[in-house]
């Protein structure tokens, strides 16, 4: 069964502090592993789309790296801004049809 | 600024009623999706669209959920009759099939008391 694991559920970081997320998969025939960020009442925001392992991607204080079984977040020098639930979701089988994680939960302290 | 948009954002229903959401996917994409969010289940799909046509509803429960592109700038999903469970959030998303990259809409809050 095609299955999705973020981890820590939540992650509390003080202003500066640097970390990462985790998304481990195990898939049949992995199309694409995406990032996503929803801040509350929101819907989901696209941050990222990878391909293959060894692919890095980034975008402000965020990077994106993919191996054969997971997938990382790096968030670098994070700010009060940075809060937010990102979410991870990986492409198999039909086209489109994403399968997502149950997402980290990121609070940024001052 | 493209954006999916999505009506009502809000709607509460008693038990049995008829519900419609509606999605407006952004121009010029061609794939469609309607999702579902919950604390328990996190975003489920519940079906999706490729150029008008449906091409995967196997998330949706059939006896009471329906999905239609009556246009390929207006998306519906109904449930009838609703039930507390299908209390959620509902979203819908669009994209270019070739970049699998997909675009949400703010949401539906669907209450059902």
């Known amino acids: 069964e095609d299955q999705v694991t973020q981890s820590p559920e939540a992650l509390r970081l003080q202003e500066g502090e640097s970390s990462s997320l985790n998304c481990s998969y195990t898939v049949s025939g992995l199309r694409g592993l995406f990032w996503y960020r929803q801040d509350p009442g929101k819907g989901p925001e696209f941050l990222f789309t990878l391909y293959s392992a060894g692919e890095e991607k980034e975008k402000e204080r965020l990077k994106a790296t993919l191996t054969k079984k997971e997938s990382f977040l790096h968030i670098t020098a994070p700010k009060p801004e940075d809060s937010a639930t990102y979410l991870c979701a990986v492409q198999v089988g039909n086209p489109g049809k994403l399968i997502f994680g149950q997402g980290t939960t990121l609070q940024v302290k001052p | 600024d493209a954006r999916v948009t999505q009506t009502p954002r809000d709607k509460v229903t008693e038990m049995g009623q008829e519900v419609t959401m509606r999605c407006q996917p952004i121009?010029?994409?061609?794939?469609v999706f309607w999702y579902r969010q919950t604390m328990m289940q996190g975003l489920e799909l519940l079906a999706y669209f490729r150029n008008r046509a449906p091409l995967d509803d196997s998330g949706m429960p059939k006896d009471r959920f329906s999905a239609e592109m009556p246009d390929a700038t207006l998306a519906t999903l109904k449930i009838q009759p609703s039930e507390p469970r299908d209390s959620a959030v509902y979203f819908c998303?669009?994209?270019?099939?070739?970049?699998?990259?997909?675009?949400f809409g703010p949401g539906t809050r669907l209450t059902v008391t």
């Open positions: 998303a669009s994209g270019f099939e070739f970049s699998y990259e997909q675009y």
């Open positions: 121009l010029g994409h061609n794939t």
